[in-house]
């Protein structure tokens, strides 16, 4: 297994990635806890798909209060947008909404021109792209910034290089993998992700706390940004981090931009749903019905089960009773694929609606300084 910003590979074993990191579970007491200001529990921290934490008790300490923090996410425009993404941004907006808070979402354009094979000028059109797609997800904009690396570099800077000084070539070597033939400007770049996480503090002339929502791969560049921002004065940004929304092709890895064929994408049509699903979703079943109904399927590492657990079935008991239908043989994988295709065009159906009205209010998410 290995998981960093830069590759995710092989089968995640996400107790040993808690102990790795040393990140913190998210156990019952924390869960009872964060329901007592959100009144129920979104299923996506009922399931433990959020699974692990970074000073999450600090964050309600402070909120207990009356501080309140902001929320702090991203996207690396590489690509479409997919699930995976999807997933994150709309447990983020969740957040938003029951907390109430301000959310400051950072594209990082500079990322991956640096360290993918796309030119300035293809970066710049999924950059585009993929802010469609995060005003589709509904978030207030009147309380959530867009940070563009390249746009918002004058106010970036300064706050950039102040971290770059605290950090070493041998630290970020370790964190990310780095050999004597990296490029200069991805091992400059962790400075730039950790900018967000104290920007409001620097606008607002105080110290506010921070909630990065993200999946568990980033949690490398929020290691050494913790480390840093205390010795600049600032509080550490603490975090909730998810487990990873499978590929078509299975359980191993993840979801990516960059092999659209192991994607579902957001501007897929539903005919695209139906096809990827059929043909590529990576099966539990038996491979004949006799035998299945017979031996039964098996939901864990079933692809179509898996994405109604961490995105499209709501209802737990709903999710329950397709899981033991499935294990028993009563449920084929033929059927249990369909109604994952429904739930999937559903959901698509409104994300592309509100997604095709966003160019018209993307300014207002804009962050002006
Ligand atoms: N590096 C992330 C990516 O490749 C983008 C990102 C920037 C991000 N800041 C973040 C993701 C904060 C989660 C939280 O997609």
């Keep these: 297994m290995r998981v960093d910003p830069y590759s995710v590979e092989g089968k995640v074993d996400y107790d040993k990635l808690i102990k790795e990191f040393g990140l913190e579970k998210i156990d019952d007491a924390l869960l009872n806890r964060i329901k007592k200001h959100t009144n129920e529990l979104h299923f996506m921290l009922r399931r433990k ?12 300490d402070e909120y207990e209060k009356g501080n309140k ?19 994150v941004w709309y447990f983020t907006k969740w957040l938003q909404d029951k907390f109430d808070v301000e959310l400051y979402f950072q594209f990082t354009d500079d990322e991956k021109f640096l360290y993918k094979n796309l030119s300035y000028e293809e970066v710049q059109k999924w950059l585009y792209e993929n802010m469609l ?8 904009p009147k309380k959530t910034f867009f940070v563009i690396d390249t746009k918002h ?92 929304l499978p590929p078509l092709t299975g359980p191993e890895g993840k979801m990516s931009s960059s092999e659209a064929i192991k994607s579902i994408l957001s501007t ?10 059929n043909k590529y979703a990576f ?35 709903k999710l329950a009773q397709l899981e033991q239908d499935y294990r028993s ?39 002006k300084v």
């Design 153 to 244: 570099v004058g106010i970036m800077y300064p706050l950039a290089i102040k971290v770059a000084k605290k950090i070493t070539f041998s630290t970020v070597k370790a964190a990310f993998g780095f050999t004597d033939s990296t490029n200069i400007g991805s091992i400059f770049y962790t400075a730039m992700q950790a900018v967000p996480s104290f920007l409001p503090s620097v606008l607002k002339g105080k110290n506010i706390p921070c909630l990065i929502p993200h999946a568990v791969d980033q949690d490398p560049h929020f290691r050494v940004t913790r480390d840093v921002l205390p010795k600049l004065g600032y509080y550490k940004p603490a975090s909730i981090q998810s487990s990873f």
């Design 329 to 367: 043989g009563k449920l084929l994988t033929g059927e249990l694929k369909k109604y994952a295709i429904e739930k999937i065009n559903a959901f698509l159906k409104e994300h592309q609606e509100r997604r095709a009205k966003a160019k018209e209010i993307l300014d207002e998410f804009i962050l």
């Design 133 to 140: 797609d995060v005003i589709a997800v509904g978030f207030d």
């Design 49 to 60: 798909i959020f699974f692990a934490h970074r000073d999450l008790n600090w964050i309600l």
């Design 283 to 317: 099966s539990g079943g038996q491979p004949t019905v006799e035998e299945h109904r017979k031996k039964g399927g098996n939901p864990d590492i079933d692809v179509a089960f898996q994405y109604l657990r961490y995105m499209f079935e709501e209802s737990d008991e």
């Design 268 to 277: 897929d049509t539903p005919k695209q749903v139906k096809e990827k699903i």
């Design 69 to 87: 923090f902001f929320l702090y996410t991203g996207c690396g425009p590489s690509g479409p947008i997919h699930l995976g993404h999807l997933m």
